[in-house]
């Protein structure tokens, strides 16, 4: 994180501009506990919108649905969603809807589904590690939606899951190898900090002759800055998450509680080594 507020994560971004590297900004939080907080988590996004587009900078956005209600009320949290997103389409940015933990996730899919054909600007997150992935994607593809594949943070059931590292790999190369061979019009964010993960699909779509136009790699603010270095300075087209609030410590803590894979990856992230 470069700081606890926006301001902090605009003038991130704004540094990673000079590099040519776009950025998707979220703001820390979930489960939240009443509709109002939801309701003021919307407006939190409706100002970090306007000051996006303000700045001109190529910027998206990155919402968790329990951040705007999903827990509380599914129509409170679908007009939320729907507030986000016309007031991204005015300005010309995109939507992310972030993938939470699998009991989220048919309902998650519902809100995409219902508010996609409105609005083209919006993508949905899944997760490599699940075993339903494969058939989400497919059920996903023939409406041309925007995809971003990242691996899993959660801590799930091998009964929904995968539980080794390579399986998750493979699957991931699997997901990855079909969108983008897939002729569909949406973006696809390949969000991995992965160097092997990412060389193999540079040769995949080098091999196929698939344009970088047609991709962007994803990762987070602060990991792996060498490879992020590296995808930039070789023409790789590349998008930075910036995560930013004043809930880092308990969302962090929780995320390691949840998963203590979570706590190698980032004391291997530090160190420079594949994920």
């Given amino acids: ?17 000079r590099d040519g590297i776009g950025v998707i900004l979220t703001h820390l939080g979930e489960n939240l506990g009443a509709v109002a907080d939801a309701e003021e988590e919307a407006q939190h996004y ?10 001109g900078l190529d910027a998206h956005i990155s919402v968790k649905l329990t951040q705007l209600g999903l827990d509380l009320d599914l129509e409170v949290c679908v007009g939320l969603v729907r507030l986000l997103l016309d ?23 519902d809100v995409y589904g219902r508010l996609r054909a409105a609005f083209p600007g919006v993508g949905i997150a899944l997760q490599a590690y699940l075993h339903r992935t494969a058939a989400d994607l497919e059920a996903l593809l023939p409406g041309g939606a925007s995809i971003r594949l ?25 997901l990855a190898s079909r969108v983008l061979t897939s002729g569909r019009g949406g973006m696809f964010h390949a969000a991995t900090h992965d160097a092997r993960l990412i060389d193999r699909l540079g040769v995949f779509t080098r091999e196929r002759r698939i344009l970088p136009a047609a991709y962007e790699y994803a990762m987070l603010y602060g990991v792996q800055e ?21 809930q880092w410590f308990p969302w962090y803590m929780r995320r390691l509680a949840e998963r203590p894979a979570n706590i190698w990856f980032a004391v291997r992230s530090v160190m420079g080594e594949s994920l």
């Fill in 1 to 17: 994180m470069p700081g606890e507020t926006v301001s902090d994560a605009l003038s991130a971004a704004g540094e990673l501009r």
């Fill in 46 to 55: 409706l100002r970090v919108l306007d000051q996006i587009h303000a700045s």
């Fill in 87 to 109: 007031r991204a389409a005015g300005y010309g940015t995109f939507v992310w809807i972030d993938m939470e933990s699998t009991q989220y996730v048919d309902r998650t899919l």
């Fill in 150 to 174: 990242v691996k899993g943070a959660y801590l799930e059931s091998p009964r929904v899951a995968y539980a080794r590292k390579a399986d998750v790999d493979e699957n991931y190369f699997r």
């Fill in 226 to 246: 060498p490879l992020q270095r590296r995808l930039a300075t070789t023409g790789q087209p590349l998008r930075v998450l910036i995560s930013y609030g004043e």
